[in-house]
């Protein structure tokens, strides 16, 4: 029987989703980290549960809102390439991790990153939209 809560692998697909269950473990507002094998980062908005070798991140002093996380895991994407079975994204590298982000006054722009998702968004709408017109 399907539960309410998500089940998050270290699975590079489907934002790591594998199945779901009836208790959680995991609050949301986090970026999950595979670090079993190539690393990869996705947004958990809601309270999930967590196999083994799935971290989380959050920034130290902002509450994540969802275009900041999909900037972030974005980039955090980006530069996944230096992970594999062999060197793992574990707890230790992510801390020595260094990733570049939109800076205004040596503080994170993350106005700049949430208007930057934003506006992506509503280009992949508005080309969505035209390829379902041609369609009709």
Known sequence: MPGNFAYITTKNTFNGYESSSNKWTEQGNVIS???ATDGACFYQ???FVASDHVEKIWPKNKELNKYDALFLTTIL???SIKYSYGRKRNLENIRKEKILLPNRQDNF???CMEITIKQKW?????KFKK???KLE
């Not at 509503?122 to 508005?126: F, L, S, T």
């Open 122 to 126: 509503g280009e992949i709408a508005i």
């Open 109 to 111: 722009d993350w106005e």
């Open 33 to 35: 980290v595979d670090s």
């Open 131 to 133: 390829e379902l017109e």
């Open 77 to 79: 994407n980006f530069e």
């Open 45 to 47: 908005e809601k309270i």
